[in-house]
């Protein structure tokens, strides 16, 4: 197993101070080696890509394709293809929602996604929804966080033409039942879209094995930039559907009044693309299959169970989702009687620890557990045991600072 | 003013023993201010009369910063003329943006004054204008606050 202290000289930030950051669901820090292969890209083959008839041109291109080659790989793609670059998970799902659901729901039909989704993979499909006069329906889980089988044999049905499902739920840290899901959602010959902005850095993925037919995730949260992240859409599909922004490079032949489009994946990459950040994400990749999943796993689930231990002997906190830390995929939500998550936040900030506070872009999540707001700290691989004991050490002194006593 | 310090000496008191919280029987104005990003939410009452506030109670939940922010303000706009009380909100929300730093300004804040470090915040800046813009709202525009 690699030496994980090794990999945390690599980032930069995390060694620039005494800031425990606890905040990596929300985005990851990024090691040197992604920000020079950025720099790497800019310094040598700097020009725009897909189009020049030049080395430099042909360069730029080789660096991107080959980059869309590496997050085939790493999510099981059959083809590079199948791979659509984006900014992020937010603009995947929404091509999906355009492209895809405003073309393929029609009145009556349903759409079904779980009360646990991140607004991202909730408000596209509203979206949709409401346009074609079709119903969204939710599914709920558990007060551990499981969607039961019962539950979602009940809500899928021979109405439903999309389940949107995320693979974990950036609040409760749960890993959905996803591959059960999509058999029987195939069943009822409906797609499967998967959310895996918050699996993607953590698990193994394979998009094959899952049985998604679409399959989404953000750079900046497994060690990319911002502004980069990948959809995955099964050949088939992605062919048949229009382009979600139309303009430059994503065409074959343009006239007057019409335009056929180039073939897939660049009929849904309009514009100059993002070749410098594709390279950091493939980078990123490289980094994480360095590491290794094992060892990623295994810290995490260090970090979690002392976390979690930790904050059962503090009797004015409550853990929010499964028992088992092993079901958290590094990420604890929180809330501690008396004091507001915000000023929870503020407090620990004070002590140089972050951790986010609020409603996790997850409102009907929150009301379904009936907290108006809740704390996080999620790790990664990077993070250590004394930052752990840092944390829970401040942390039960936030009470004290909050005018309840010693 | 060191952060943990100003939630010790100022916040706690108002936020765990708050002076002007509470529902309140026949108001003239009522109005609801939500940060919806955090969900501080307060209901703010007032009693006017001819042209002066004269009673101000306020209900709801939220952050510390949120919930001291408003009882103070409670504090300081009762006995005042409406036309003060917006100037007041003038005053507390130029400080809390960092841009009324003058003694002799910030003097009629008075004990709100200790809310003055909130503009090193950023995070916190809408907790603790959220009282103080419903306040200047529902005098600005009393048809929005009709109970």
Known sequence: MSNLGDFRKDFDQLNSGDYVYFDNAATSQRPRQVLEAVSNFYKTANANPLRGLYDWSMAATDAYENSRAVVADFIGASRAEEIIFTRNTTESLNLVAYSYGLENVHEGDEIVISVMEHHSNMLPWQMVAKKNNAKLVFMEPLEDGTITEQEYKSKITDKTKIVAIGHVSNVMGVTNPVKEIAEYAHSKGA?????????????????????????????????????IGALYGRYELLEQMQPFLRGGEMIEYVTREDATYAEIP??????????????????????????????????????????????????????????????????????????????????????HICVRAGHHCAQPLMQFIGAGSTARASVYFYNTESEVERFLDKLSKVREVMGYGA | MELKQLYREIVNEHNLHPVHKGKMENPDLVLRGVNPSCGDDITLQLKIKDGVIVEGLYDGSGCAISQASVDMMVD????????????LAGTFMGMIKG?????????????????????????????????????????????????
């Open chain 1, 266 to 351: 660049h009929k849904f990459e309009a514009g100059t693309v993002n070749a410098g950040d594709a390279v950091g994400l493939a980078e990123a990749i490289k980094y994480i299959q360095n590491v290794g999943f094992d060892a990623i796993e295994a810290q995490e689930q260090k970090l979690t169970t002392m976390l979690m231990e930790g904050l059962a002997k503090l009797p004015y906190i409550k853990v929010y989702g499964s028992k088992d830390p092993k079901k958290h995929c590094g990420i604890v939500t929180f809330t501690m009687d008396g004091v507001h998550p915000h000023d929870m936040a503020s407090i620990l900030n004070d002590d």
């Open chain 2, 76 to 87: 300081q706009i009762v006995g005042k003329s409406k036309e003060d009380a917006i100037k």
């Open chain 1, 191 to 227: 797609i499967v879209v998967v959310d895996g902005a918050q699996s993607a850095p953590h698990m193994k993925v394979d998009v094959k094995d899952l049985g998604a037919d679409f399959f989404a995730l953000s750079g900046h949260k497994m060690l990319a930039p911002m502004g």
């Open chain 2, 99 to 147: 841009e009324v730093t003058d003694e002799e300004s910030l003097e009629a804040l008075d004990e709100a004054v200790a809310l003055q470090d909130v503009a090193h915040m950023p995070a916190r800046v809408k907790c603790a204008v959220l009282g103080w813009h419903t306040m200047q709202e529902m005098l600005e525009h009393p048809e929005k606050a009709q109970g």
